[in-house]
């Protein structure tokens, strides 16, 4: 299995919602990452998840809030969001240290109105 | 933060003529990658050469690297409508053992038939 898998695919949601991005990899992957990819421009990162434990915050607001329960699964919790935060969100995984070859999930598209 | 530029920002040629796309970066590297992104979809891994290697094969992709430039081109030979897409560079980030992607601002390749 060389896929990563993200639910939902599109996810609308208000400014007082509370909902989570679900990313899933069974590759035995130990490093996880959520990028943030606004229309027309490259994936950006937000978070890196290393042996299920948060190494990376590139100063996301809390409004977003990552989780890694276990070695295949990343979530991420999303509170009180704006409607600038629309955008797609990118999960990928990594085979620590052997290579920096990321392979990424298809991505859920978020709309905050 | 973006590491660096990519050009042209947009290519469209026509079935069967091949495709250039340039990325210069801006540090220091160990490899560089190079991602095919869909409309709207998640990344795809292409191809990664490293910073020892000035020029790598795979199928019809060309990636030559020049680390004195600091400067990356991917060649698309014989490019079929299939190949519609943006492509991004991409290098990894400050916190290096975290394979962290930073990715240029990427190439909108439009093939038609």
């Known amino acids: 299995d060389t896929e990563v898998t993200q639910t939902p695919k599109h996810l609308v949601m208000g400014m007082t919602n509370k909902k989570s991005l679900k990313c899933e990899q069974h590759?035995?992957?130990?490093?996880m990452y959520w990028y943030k990819q606004k229309a027309k421009k490259p994936p950006e990162l937000m978070f890196v998840?290393?042996?299920?434990?948060?190494?990376i915050n590139e100063s996301v607001p809390s409004r977003f809030s990552p989780e890694c329960p276990n070695s295949s699964l990343l979530n991420l919790h999303l509170h009180a969001l704006q409607p600038e935060d629309s955008a797609l969100y990118l999960c990928?995984?990594?085979?620590?240290?052997?290579?920096?070859?990321?392979?990424f999930g298809p991505g859920t598209r978020l709309t905050v109105l | 933060s973006q590491q660096g530029e990519e050009d042209p920002q947009a290519l469209s040629i026509q079935e069967g003529e091949n495709a250039t796309m340039n990325c210069s970066y801006k540090?220091?590297?160990?490899?560089l990658q190079w991602y095919r992104q869909n409309s709207g979809r998640g990344l795809v891994h292409l191809i990664l050469i490293r910073s020892n290697e000035r020029e790598k094969h795979s199928g019809r992709l060309r990636v030559t690297l020049d680390t004195s430039k600091k400067s990356s081109s991917l060649l698309i030979t014989a490019s079929r409508a299939a190949d519609t897409a943006s492509y991004f560079c991409a290098t990894v980030g400050y916190g290096g053992s975290q394979g962290n992607l930073i990715f240029g601002k990427g190439t909108k390749l439009s093939v038609k038939p």
């Open positions: 540090t220091s590297i160990n490899n």
């Open positions: 998840y290393s042996y299920e434990k948060l190494s």
């Open positions: 590759m035995g992957h130990r490093a």
């Open positions: 990928a995984s990594r085979v620590t240290s052997a290579t920096d070859t990321q392979y």
